[in-house]
């Protein structure tokens, strides 16, 4: 019980008096592009550690500040669905509360917890990181020669292209890890239905081969990438 208060106290502290009104704004302008969304969770672990003044349970502010900045997070982008912010707050809050109790009651699953995070593949999560939007960007600066010389004269949902890139490069990564070879061309055969009445109707040529060239290039970075992760899990 005496753990469970500190924490609590630590997280009032923490979220309502260490918590300015412009952290608040900037973070629900910003989400998680806001500095103060990670200098909160940093408020949080420190204010765990000064009140139980004990670095031995240093795991424990670990996990209940990252959950805390996931809770936070969630939050965030939950406000663009859910309005009403009385519903946000006291949802937030009961997930916070619930954390701190299993924490404090329940200390071997701390352990547990940063026993996962030990053998999390951070291979794989940066594999599919890079497939993400680091990928998009490159592919961006490769056709960056060729994007200048066409002209599409039809609208389009905004980002659309760079989306549908992520979705089939982690496909892609996805049917390699799990030696479906045999998918992926079907993924192609698929893209190039979807994108034939496009290209017929519009007659453009340099359209077709800038398509041609972008999906290529999709399907390569991401099929290095698969081969780069199983070589590193092989050890080759």
Known sequence: MTLFIKLLLAHLIGDFMLQPTKWVI?????KVKSKYLYLHTLVHFLLIVLL???????KLALVISVSHFVIDLLKLYASNWIK???VLFFTDQAFHLIVLYICAYNSNLVEHTVVLLRHINWALITAV??????AAVVMGKLLEGFSDQIQIDHKSLPNAGKYIGIIERLFVLLFIII?????IGLLITAKSVFRFNDLKESNNRKLTEYILIGTLLS???AILTGFVFISLQSGL
Do not use: C, M, Q
Request: without cysteine.
């Open 26 to 30: 900037h973070k629900e302008a910003n």
């Open 52 to 58: 139980l003044w004990d670095i031995g349970y240093w």
């Open 84 to 86: 009403k912010k009385s």
């Open 129 to 134: 990181v890079f497939v993400t939007y680091p």
């Open 179 to 183: 030696g479906r070879w045999e998918v």
């Open 219 to 221: 399907f390569g970075i």
